[in-house]
């Protein structure tokens, strides 16, 4: 029928079938750092947890990163994008963005890192992203995800 969305499959590595619609994907001009050949990916919930998503390529099957907010780690988390990067991403109004950050795994959840230095901006009107990485000392490539109390 049309007018229907029509649904995409792709089996990945790790996840499993996934389902989804063309207008879901987040196109990243330049890729991410270490996949630039990769321009495509959506963002999937992590099945049982509010906390994390998954930032899964379309176009490779074996990659995908976990995701978090930086805003469930860091609650005063805040940067500046500059005039070109805004335009880049045709973010009008911070209401259309979206921030994420990567988490490195480890069996040892003490151990669960967050990648604050470098944050994915996703504009999620225009489906626009890039990661960016802030000069900023604030903020380290390994944040404890968990703090010691």
Known sequence: MFGDDIRMKFETKYHGTIQFNEDEIIYFKN?????EELKKFIILPVEDNEF???????????VGFIVVSPFNVVKDYEFDLNEDKLKQLKIRDYSQVSVYNTVTLNSNIKKITVNLRAPIII???EKLGEQVILNDSRYLIKHPLIKEE
């Open 31 to 35: 890729g991410l750092p270490g996949f």
């Open 52 to 62: 994390f998503n998954i930032l899964h390529s379309t176009e490779n099957n074996e």
């Open 123 to 125: 504009n999620i009107e």
